[in-house]
């Protein structure tokens, strides 16, 4: 299994601002994936990072907000940019090996005030 | 459409067996997981079941899917309090795309 690691755990963050979060995997993997979860919800999947190009991103969520790199197998990052409130949220980064198992990292706990 | 359920609480007494229940609605789902994600922390895979499978039995774990009724519930036996966390259940229909339930919080008391 994939261990992963985030980096920072948590932030307070104000309004306007932007908040980088680094994701880094112990081994090589297939996949790379960020998710939010908003307070007391479940998670819904942002976008797909992709290695060396453009991350896929899902309905709802646009590169400009939440741009993505992944620059190689095992590492990449999120930028929540132009901060809101609404923006708080808990945010995950996942990966996939060569089998169908997807591992989670801790989660980054984003307020903005 | 793409839509997972599951009850939002389930309070077991320690030692006895907990069955947390999903439904889904997409057919087309490859594989079903169970996560499980305790206080603060991130989410821990703790089994999945390809779409062609009726059982998958782990340790405590049994995970049975019914494909006509798209259900997909989780036992856990001999319920212990460090069970107590929120599962979530997921189903996959593209490859990698995850679509959560809404979580079921599991609360084990003595």
């Known amino acids: 299994s994939a261990v992963i690691s985030q980096k920072p755990s948590r932030d307070i963050c104000q309004r306007g601002t932007s908040l980088t979060i680094q994701c880094q995997v112990d081994s090589q993997v297939t996949m790379m994936f960020w998710y939010r979860q908003q307070p007391g919800q479940s998670l819904t999947l942002i976008a797909t990072a992709n290695q060396g190009s453009e991350a896929t991103y899902e309905s709802g969520f646009v590169i400009d907000k939440f741009p993505i790199s992944r620059p190689n197998l095992t590492f990449s990052t999120l930028t929540v940019s132009n901060l809101s409130p609404e923006d708080s949220s808990i945010y995950l980064c996942?990966?996939?090996?060569?089998?169908?198992?997807?591992?989670f990292g801790p989660g980054t706990r984003l307020t903005v005030t | 459409g793409e839509d997972v359920e599951q009850s939002l609480f389930l309070s077991v007494r320690e030692g006895d067996s907990s069955v947390i229940n999903c439904t889904y609605t997409d057919s087309s789902s490859t594989y079903l997981y169970w996560y499980k994600q305790e206080p603060g922390a991130g989410l821990q895979l703790l089994t999945y079941?390809?779409?062609?499978?009726d059982m998958k039995q782990d340790q405590r774990l049994t995970v049975l899917l019914n494909k006509k009724d798209k259900h997909l519930s989780l036992r856990i036996a001999d319920t212990q309090t460090g069970d107590s966390a929120i599962y979530f259940c997921?189903?996959?229909?593209?490859?990698?795309?995850?679509?959560f339930g809404t979580g079921t919080r599991l609360q084990v008391f003595p």
């Open positions: 996942s990966a996939r090996d060569w089998t169908y198992e997807q591992y």
């Open positions: 997921a189903e996959s229909i593209v490859p990698d795309k995850l679509i």
């Open positions: 079941i390809f779409s062609n499978m």
